[in-house]
């Protein structure tokens, strides 16, 4: 049974303190009501985890890259593990699709990756709507 759509939240556990940043918060903490959907993509530990789990909505969902979680079947919560694989003939294949034009992959904007604070910045205050793409510079 999949949750049904409504606010989605992604993001770091820690938020790391960086030059530009004035604070740093747990997003356990900066969470203040369920999502239906909690991306991870960081490695955490097993307490760190069953707090992001903690965060999501009766009947919802963690999908993790990193590190693994456990299921709260008493609130119908899933924790998927999402494993990525490099594979050159795949890759070969989508780039294919999206040259073709059958692939589409909403870019919001493009930055240069100095500018990376920036992006998150936009990010984080919600004014991205799709991917962001970051070139590096030479």
């Given at each position: 049974?999949?949750?049904?759509?409504?606010?989605?939240?992604?993001?770091?556990?820690?938020?790391e303190?960086?030059?530009?940043?004035?604070?740093?918060?747990?997003l356990t903490d900066a969470i203040?009501?369920?999502?239906?959907?909690?991306?991870?993509?960081?490695?955490a530990?097993?307490?760190?985890?069953?707090?992001?789990?903690?965060?999501?909505a009766p009947s919802g969902v963690l999908v993790t890259?990193?590190?693994?979680?456990?299921d709260d079947p008493a609130r119908q919560?899933?924790?998927?593990?999402?494993?990525?694989?490099?594979?050159?003939?795949e890759l070969a294949a989508i780039v294919a699709k999206v040259d073709a034009g059958d692939l589409r992959i909403d870019i919001s904007e493009t930055y240069p990756l100095s500018d990376i604070a920036l992006a998150h910045e936009k990010g984080a205050a919600g004014k991205l709507r799709g991917k962001v793409l970051l070139v590096p510079t030479t």
């Open positions: 049974m999949s949750p049904p759509c409504g606010r989605v939240t992604f993001g770091p556990i820690r938020a303190r960086t030059s530009h940043e004035s604070s740093a918060v747990l203040t009501e369920p999502v239906d959907v909690v991306l991870n993509l960081v490695r530990s097993e307490q760190d985890m069953a707090g992001l789990v903690g965060l999501v890259t990193a590190s693994p979680a456990r919560v899933r924790a998927i593990s999402m494993n990525v694989r490099n594979d050159a003939k």
